[in-house]
């Protein structure tokens, strides 16, 4: 059983940047895929980012891509989401994920944290 724990979140204008963190515990890490969705007010969870356990493969919705970038370190076990050229449709929460195997499918993906408020004003 894996535990994340998202933080980073918060209120940005439009423009700005976020980087969001989740921390992993309770399982071997490197090994797994990881992956970030979100999921906005009346709206179903969407994929965003994805990223192998060796980071050599990474996926990005086409939303995101060119702005967002994921990362990890295996050493601290924690991958993060760095946000930037935030739009107001990008306001959601944001949940981090372990994978089964890297895709873009929340059905892959089998632990999730809690999530974090992302909020992005106009």
């Known amino acids: 059983q894996v535990h994340l724990v998202e933080s980073g979140g918060g209120l940005v204008q439009a423009g700005g940047s976020l980087r969001l963190s989740c921390a992993a515990s309770?399982?071997?890490?490197?090994?797994?895929?990881m992956g970030w969705f979100r999921q906005a007010p009346g709206k179903e969870r969407e994929f965003v980012a994805a990223?192998?356990?060796?980071?050599?493969?990474?996926v990005y919705a086409d939303t995101v891509k060119g702005r967002f970038t994921i990362s990890r370190d295996n050493a601290k076990n924690t991958v993060d989401l760095q946000m930037n050229s935030l739009k107001a449709e990008d306001t959601a929460v944001y949940y981090c994920?372990?994978?089964?195997?890297?895709?873009?499918?929340?059905?892959?993906?089998?632990?999730w944290g809690q999530g974090t408020q992302v909020t992005v004003s106009s």
């Open positions: 994920a372990v994978g089964v195997r890297l895709s873009v499918r929340a059905t892959e993906f089998g632990s």
């Open positions: 309770g399982r071997t890490f490197s090994s797994t895929a």
């Open positions: 990223i192998s356990g060796s980071s050599l493969t990474i």
